[in-house]
C-alpha cells in the first residue's frame, strides 16, 4: 500500500499516561493508505497496543507491536485481509517474546507483553483484530455496541456463569488477560466482530468487511478508559462534541482521570462523514443497544414453520390417493 499524508476521513487520538505516576506502556499509531498506484482505494489504519510487564518492559512490548504490525499491513496489497491482520499480530507476537528472552537481563524484561487492538478502515468496509482488553466500540444510530471482546479471565468467568456482573467491580483477578503479544505460545487472534452482541461466534467472524454508514464512529481504546467510564458516558460525550472529535477524547480523559486515573489512557476516534458518498440509508436495524437473550419466536429460521406442516399435508396426499 501507499502512504498518504491524509485519511479519507476525520480521525482524532490521543494517549496520557494517568494519574499512578506509572509509565506511559501504551502506543499506537494511526496511518493513511491508497491501496496501490492502479487501485485508488484509500484505506486508514489504526492500531493501540497497551503494553504489561511494569518498568519500561511494557512500553517497549507495545512500541514492538505497533511498529511491527502496522509495518507488516502496509506491506500487504489488501487481498485477504483477515488473514493478514492474523499475521500481523502472530509475528507481533514472536517478535516480543523473542526480544524478552534476548533481553532477559535488562530492566524486567522477562515476560513482557501486550495488548493489540487493530481497526482498518477500507472504503467504507472495517476489519478488527484483538487479542487483550483494549476495547473497539462502534457508535451507530444513538447506541454504542462493543464489538471486540475482551480476553480477560473475568469475561470468561461472566461467559460460563462463574461470577454475575455485580462482583466485577473490584475483583482480584479484574487485570488478568488471556490473550497477549509476547506469550511463548502465538496468541488465537480474535476477528469477532460483535454489531449486535446477539451473534454466535460464526456469525461475528462473518461481520468482517461490514459496511460503515455515514455518521458511524468508532472507538478504540485501553482499559484505562473502560475500567473508569462506562459505554453509556462515552456515547453522550462522543454525541455531544459532534465533530469536535479531539474535545471528546480530551473529556474522555479527563472523566477517567478524575476518577483515579489508575492506567494509562488511550483512544483513537474515528468518524463516517457525510460527503464520503457513502449510502445515507438509515442503517441496518439490528444494532442494539440493550443485549436482551433471543426469545424462542427469534430463534426459529424462516424454514421451521414449513417442516412442521409437512406430515400433515403428506398425511392429506395420502388420504386423497387412497379414496
Known sequence: MIKMEKSHVPVAASTHAGMSGKNNEDNYRVTAYQMSEHNQARVLLAVLCDGVGGHQAGEVASTIGVNLITDTIAESNGEDFTNVLVNAIELASIEVNKQAVLNNDGPGRAGMGSTASIACLMGNRLYTATVGDSRIYLIRDHKIQQISKDHTWIQDALDVGLITPAQVHGHPNAHVIRRYLGGPGVPEVDLRMFLTGMENDAQAEANQG?????????????????????????????????????????????????????????????????????????????????????????????????????PLVLAVVAFLMMT
Open 210 to 310: 461490514t459496511r460503515l454508514f455515514s455518521g458511524d464512529r468508532i472507538l478504540i481504546c485501553s482499559d484505562g478508559l473502560s475500567d473508569l467510564v462506562d459505554a453509556p458516558e462515552i456515547l453522550a460525550v462522543v454525541e455531544e462534541s459532534g465533530e469536535q472529535m479531539q474535545d471528546a477524547l480530551s473529556e474522555l480523559t479527563q472523566m477517567a482521570n478524575s476518577r483515579g486515573g489508575h492506567d494509562n489512557i488511550t483512544l483513537i476516534l474515528f468518524r463516517i462523514p457525510a460527503d464520503i458518498g457513502l449510502p445515507k440509508q438509515d442503517p441496518p436495524t439490528e444494532t442494539v443497544e440493550v443485549q436482551q437473550p433471543p426469545t424462542v419466536q427469534q430463534k426459529k429460521k424462516p424454514g421451521c414453520m414449513a417442516l412442521l406442516a409437512l
